[in-house]
Structure formats: C-alpha cells, structure tokens
T-cell receptor
Framework: EAGVAQSPRYKIIEKRQSVAFWCNPISGHATLYWYQQILGQGPKLLIQ????????DSQLPKDRFSAERLKGVDSTLKIQPAKLEDSAVYLC????????????????FGPGTRLLVL | AQSVTQLGSHVSVSEGALVLLRCNYSSSVPPYLFWYVQYPNQGLQLLLKYTSAATLVKGINGFEAEFKKSETSFHLTKPSAHMSDAAEYFCAVRAQGAQKLVFGQGTRLTINP
C-alpha cells in the first residue's frame, strides 16, 4: 500500500512570495490533515478535511493560508504572501475514517515539505 | 482542553541501556494517547497507541508504554537501546469528543556507542 505522498520536498522562497504544497493521501482515506512543524516543536494542526469538507481550521491563519480538497482525494495548501515565520515543515497526514473511525484511529504521515522563507 | 508535556527535550543513552522517554498529559475526559517517531527528513511513524484497552501497550521496534491514570503519564520505554533508535519522539493526546490530535514538543533521543 502506497503511503501519503507530498511534493515538493523542499522549497526556498523570499518573503511576500506565494507557495503551494500538494498532498495525495493513502487511497480510500476519508480524512486529510495539514500540520505545521516549526523547528524544535511538535506538529500543530492547521486544517482537517473529512472527504471534501472542512472539519477544523481553527488554527489556520486565514489571512494568508488557504487549503482545498476539491474532489475529496488530494489536497493543496497555499501560502500567500509568505512571512519569515512560515519557515517550517508542512506535514500532510490521512486516516481512514476520521472521527467516525473512533478517537484512537491512526493518522499516517507523509515525508513533509520543508519550507524556508528568506 | 487537552495538552501534553514531554519532560526533557534531549535524552542521551548508551547502546544497550534502558530508554525512558517521559510524557504527561492533561485531559478532562478519557484520553487516547500516541507515541510517534520521526527520523531525519521523514514524516512521523506510529510506534504505539493507548485506546482504553490494556494499560501496557506494546509497539514496534521493541518499544512499550504504560498508561497510568493516577499519574497522568504515558512514558515510553525500551529495555535495550540500539543505534537505529536515534530519532525524535513525539507524544500526542486526543480526548474523547475532540477533533484534534495535540502533540508534545518532542524528545530527541541520541544513542552513544
């Protein structure tokens, strides 16, 4: 079974530029998550999708970040314009059923996209 | 609100020694607890999880953790460290009824030859 795929793996941009990350979850997984992991910290949830609907985006900086999962499969996370403090690893994860699968359901993570904003 | 505290941002042990990584949680409702491992330039991989069944949970690579409600702890242990265990370890909590998985700050484990 293929894992969660993410691209690009690395990205360097200048502040005020825009950037987009792509994620393809494990086939058949209903729930997709985007996390931000700043160096030296644990991952922080940015947004959670159940199929193509948003379940939780309370920690997404909506003035500059946006995400979509139009067909309930792959997803794109965009930052526009980027700030220095956006430098981080952006992790995508998926789970089979989300909350309907129970609170102990495992989330499977992709390798992440490392973003450096100069 | 739920939260996780990992005691010690960096732990160093000798190869063959006991590994003990500490995790304490805060949750007003019964929690589900997870340990993930992250190798350099990779995503997170599940080591083990507690989902209200047995309090002693066995995971991959010889790791295990014990849920202690009275101490609000879920410490990760391995009897004998191997060089390949060097990585970052994250404890995470998800309370019943909560959408979100909340991670601790992580503990970097170094193995000395």
């Amino acid at each position: 079974e293929a894992g969660v795929a993410q691209s690009p793996r690395y990205k360097i941009i200048e502040k005020r530029q825009s950037v987009a990350f792509w994620c393809n979850p494990i086939s058949g997984h209903a729930t997709l998550y985007w996390y931000q992991q700043i160096l030296g910290q644990g991952p922080k949830l940015l947004i959670q999708f159940q199929n193509n609907g948003v379940v939780d985006d309370s920690q997404l900086p909506k003035d500059r970040f946006s995400a979509e999962r139009l067909k309930g499969v792959d997803s794109t996370l965009k930052i526009q314009p980027a700030k220095l403090e956006d430098s981080a690893v952006y992790l995508c994860a998926s789970s089979a059923r989300g909350t309907s699968g129970g609170w102990g359901e495992t989330q499977y993570f992709g390798p992440g996209t490392r973003l450096l904003v100069l | 609100a739920q939260s996780v505290t990992q005691l010690g941002s960096h732990v160093s042990v000798s190869e063959g020694a006991l590994v003990l990584l500490r995790c304490n949680y805060s949750s007003s409702v019964p929690p589900y607890l997870f340990w993930y491992v992250q190798y350099p330039n990779q995503g997170l991989q599940l080591l083990l999880k507690y989902t209200s069944a047995a309090t002693l949970v066995k995971g991959i690579n010889g790791f295990e953790a014990e849920f202690k409600k009275s101490e609000t702890s879920f410490h990760l242990t391995k009897p004998s460290a191997h060089m390949s265990d060097a990585a970052e370890y994250f404890c995470a909590v998800r309370a019943q009824g909560a959408q979100k998985l909340v991670f601790g700050q992580g503990t970097r484990l170094t193995i000395n030859p």
